[in-house]
Each structure stands twice: as structure tokens, then as C-alpha cells.
């Protein structure tokens, strides 16, 4: 049984339904004949009927080695290569943010069908589908269309953040894998590392997000890297950079030329999830626009201030609203589909 905590009015409506059963019982007939245990059954199989279907141990029986096939592909791969680790995290990242977490990035084009991958924030960007493969073709091996990718990306990302020495975050299974995509919507609802804080905030709150957890978000920028051509205006046309890291990026970011070349996201540690990002920005030296807008005499100054100082307090905040995006409008029960190939659906 899988079982999800209720909103305050929904509780209220299956308490309201309990209770009228339950003075039914007394009304016809003895109510000692019902014990508790019966009685409070009603409830939680009230409350299952209408739950969302995610569980912790979705996969129990299904797929006992879910877990840890997919934390070993992700740490040989991440061992490999440490940005992997970023690029499977912004997968998922870019995965919910387009109408929920159900794996609608991984579809390929084809000749009658238009995915995600080609839109502005995910083309020639978007990294880490040959990973994505590996892992699917091992659950397949060992529990056949089994394991949905959504849930398959949302744990992919929390042992990223691991592998790099981040914190862990307990995730609900049950997802299911999305048969249709959206270009338009991965190109207006991905937020764009030109905007500035109240764009940001916007962005985030039409996902259900608060400013507090969008700031939290942002800390995933402790690794992975960028391209020139996204960070190119801030380095030669903004006066809120620090001079040094301006002129060391001009170096591999010239005007005009070289819009794949790649810089950090943090300058400091960009292959350790730790909270040096947000002493980065205190020092003027965040790379993108987006990133430096957090801390630039706004409302979310002091927060940074706080997480540049308190490792742990980030840590919490970030797990917490990593939590929160996993959750994003997933498809469950008969919505939807197990694919046995990500990138295509069944």
C-alpha cells in the first residue's frame, strides 16, 4: 500500500468521511462488534484511494536492486568524469521544470515528433543521455519494464550531488514516464541565466517554489560548468564582477568565438557540492548573470550571506527543495508509461 501525506482540506474531507461511517456503525448496530484497528482501516483505505502513488518502496518487490544499480552507474560514471555529476542533476532539474518530473527531456526527435532537447536552455547544452542508457539497459536486464526513467533521473541526480560530497535526501518512487513533450514549454519555463532576481523569482514561483528554495536551488551551481556564449556579456559589459575573475575569463571567453569553450560555475571548488558558491557571490565572482542577481543589494542578500557561512544550513535547504522538485506534478497509476527505452516511447 502506498500511502502520501494529505493537504489540511483534503484530510478534513476523508476525516468528515470517516466519521460519518463511523456513526453509521453505531447507529445500526453494536459498535463494540467494530474495533479501532477496523475503523481507522476505513480511513487509511480512504486516504489510498486517492493518493498519489509514490512510495518509498515502490520498487520493494518489483526491483529490490533499483537503488543501488543506479548509485554505482552514477558513481563509476561521476568517478569518470566529475562534471557528470552536474550534468545529471540538471537533467532532472530540466525534466520537472517542463510540465512535471516524467522524463519528457530524454525523447529524441523524430520524424513525427518534436521532444525537449532542441529547445534554447537544453540544445547543445543538456548532457549525460549515454549514462541515462547505461542505466536503463542494466534495469533492464535485471527487472524488465520495471523502472520508469523519471524515477530513474530523480535518483540519478541525488547520487550525483552524493558522489560530489553533497547531502542525501529521501525520494518516493512511482513515477512514470511521460509519452509526449513540449518544446514551447522547455523554452519558457526553464529559467534563463540572463534574468535578473525578480525574474528568477517569478520563474520559480510559477513551479511552486519559494524564494528561499529558488536560492537554495541555485546552490547546485557549486559544480558544473558553462559556456561561454551564456556567460560572455556579464564578463565584458557588467561592472558587478570581480576584475580578476573578468579578465582570467576573457582569456579562454574571447568577444566573438569560442561559445563552447567552458569555465566553472564555481571558481573555487567546481567539483565538490559544498557552499563555496555562495561565498563566491559575496566576493562578486558568481559567472553567470542569474547567479550574481542573488546577491547584488536585493531581497535575497541576506540568505547568501547565511549559506556562505552555514555549510549545513544550505545542506538542509538544498536536500529539502530537491525534495519538493522530485514531487513536481509526476504521472502515476495508469498515467503514462514504463519506457524501455528513455529515449523513445514504448
Same mark, same amino acid.
Given at each position: 500500500?502506498?500511502?502520501? %501525506?494529505?493537504?489540511?482540506t483534503?484530510?478534513?474531507?476523508?476525516l *468528515?468521511?470517516?466519521?460519518?461511517?463511523?456513526?453509521?456503525?453505531?447507529s445500526?448496530?453494536? *459498535?463494540?462488534?467494530?474495533?479501532?484497528?477496523?475503523c481507522?482501516?476505513?480511513?487509511?483505505?480512504?486516504?489510498?484511494?486517492?493518493?498519489?502513488?509514490?512510495?518509498?518502496?515502490?520498487?520493494?518487490?518489483?526491483?529490490?536492486?533499483?537503488?543501488?544499480?543506479?548509485?554505482?552507474?552514477?558513481?563509476?560514471?561521476?568517478?569518470n568524469?566529475?562534471?557528470?555529476?552536474?550534468?545529471?542533476?540538471?537533467?532532472?532539474?530540466?525534466?520537472c521544470?517542463?510540465n512535471?518530473? #516524467?522524463?519528457?527531456?530524454?525523447?529524441? #526527435?523524430?520524424?513525427?515528433?518534436?521532444?525537449?532537447?532542441?529547445?534554447?536552455?537544453?540544445?547543445?547544452?543538456?548532457?549525460?543521455?549515454?549514462?541515462?542508457?547505461?542505466?536503463?539497459?542494466?534495469?533492464?536486464?535485471?527487472?524488465? =519494464?520495471?523502472?520508469?526513467?523519471?524515477?530513474?533521473?530523480?535518483?540519478? /541526480?541525488?547520487d550525483?550531488?552524493?558522489?560530489?560530497? =553533497?547531502?542525501?535526501?529521501?525520494?518516493?518512487f512511482?513515477?512514470?514516464d511521460?509519452?509526449?513533450?513540449?518544446?514551447?514549454?522547455?523554452?519558457?519555463n526553464?529559467?534563463?541565466?540572463?534574468?535578473?532576481?525578480?525574474?528568477?523569482?517569478?520563474?520559480?514561483?510559477?513551479?511552486?517554489?519559494?524564494?528561499?528554495?529558488?536560492?537554495?536551488?541555485?546552490?547546485?551551481?557549486?559544480?558544473?560548468?558553462?559556456?561561454?556564449?551564456?556567460?560572455?556579456?556579464? %564578463?565584458?559589459?557588467?561592472?558587478?564582477i570581480?576584475?580578476?575573475? /573578468?579578465?582570467?575569463?576573457?582569456?579562454?571567453?574571447?568577444?566573438s568565438?569560442? #561559445?563552447?569553450?567552458?569555465?566553472?560555475?564555481?571558481?573555487?571548488?567546481?567539483t565538490s557540492?559544498?557552499?563555496?558558491?555562495?561565498?563566491?557571490l559575496?566576493?562578486?565572482?558568481?559567472?553567470?548573470?542569474?547567479?550574481?542577481?542573488?546577491?547584488?543589494?536585493?531581497?535575497?542578500?541576506?540568505?547568501?550571506?547565511t549559506?556562505?557561512s552555514?555549510?549545513?544550513?544550505f545542506?538542509? #535547504?538544498f536536500?529539502? /527543495?530537491?525534495?519538493?522538485?522530485?514531487?513536481?506534478?509526476?504521472?502515476?497509476?495508469?498515467?503514462?508509461?514504463?519506457?524501455?527505452?528513455?529515449?523513445?516511447?514504448?
Amino acid at each position: 500500500m502506498h500511502y502520501q %501525506i494529505l493537504s489540511p482540506t483534503s484530510f478534513k474531507q476523508h476525516l *468528515f468521511i470517516f466519521l460519518q461511517i463511523v456513526e453509521l456503525m453505531a447507529s445500526s448496530s453494536p *459498535f463494540h462488534m467494530y474495533s479501532l484497528p477496523t475503523c481507522i482501516m476505513c480511513l487509511c483505505v480512504l486516504i489510498e484511494t486517492t493518493s498519489g502513488q509514490l512510495s518509498a518502496n515502490f520498487y520493494g518487490s518489483s526491483c529490490p536492486n533499483f537503488s543501488s544499480i543506479i548509485s554505482s552507474a552514477v558513481n563509476s560514471a561521476v568517478s569518470n568524469e566529475a562534471r557528470m555529476g552536474a550534468s545529471l542533476l540538471r537533467l532532472h532539474f530540466h525534466d520537472c521544470f517542463v510540465n512535471g518530473c #516524467d522524463a519528457s527531456v530524454l525523447l529524441d #526527435d523524430t520524424a513525427n515528433f518534436t521532444g525537449e532537447k532542441t529547445a534554447g536552455p537544453n540544445n547543445n547544452s543538456l548532457r549525460g543521455f549515454d549514462v541515462i542508457d547505461t542505466i536503463k539497459s542494466q534495469l533492464e536486464s535485471s527487472c524488465p =519494464g520495471v523502472v520508469s526513467c523519471a524515477d530513474m533521473l530523480a535518483a540519478a /541526480a541525488r547520487d550525483s550531488v552524493v558522489a560530489l560530497g =553533497g547531502p542525501s535526501w529521501n525520494l518516493t518512487f512511482g513515477r512514470r514516464d511521460s509519452t509526449t513533450a513540449s518544446l514551447s514549454a522547455a523554452n519558457s519555463n526553464i529559467p534563463a541565466p540572463t534574468l535578473n532576481l525578480s525574474g528568477l523569482i517569478t520563474s520559480f514561483s510559477n513551479q511552486g517554489f519559494t524564494t528561499n528554495e529558488m536560492v537554495a536551488l541555485s546552490g547546485s551551481h557549486t559544480i558544473g560548468q558553462a559556456r561561454c556564449t551564456v556567460f560572455r556579456a556579464r %564578463i565584458y559589459n557588467e561592472t558587478n564582477i570581480n576584475s580578476s575573475l /573578468a579578465t582570467s575569463l576573457r582569456a579562454n571567453c574571447p568577444s566573438s568565438g569560442g #561559445d563552447n569553450n567552458l569555465s566553472p560555475l564555481d571558481v573555487v571548488s567546481p567539483t565538490s557540492f559544498d557552499n563555496a558558491y555562495f561565498s563566491n557571490l559575496l566576493n562578486q565572482n558568481g559567472l553567470l548573470h542569474s547567479d550574481q542577481e542573488l546577491f547584488n543589494n536585493g531581497s535575497t542578500d541576506a540568505q547568501v550571506r547565511t549559506y556562505s557561512s552555514n555549510a549545513a544550513t544550505f545542506s538542509t #535547504d538544498f536536500a529539502n /527543495a530537491m525534495v519538493k522538485m522530485s514531487n513536481l506534478n509526476p504521472l502515476t497509476g495508469s498515467n503514462g508509461e514504463v519506457r524501455t527505452n528513455c529515449r523513445r516511447t514504448n
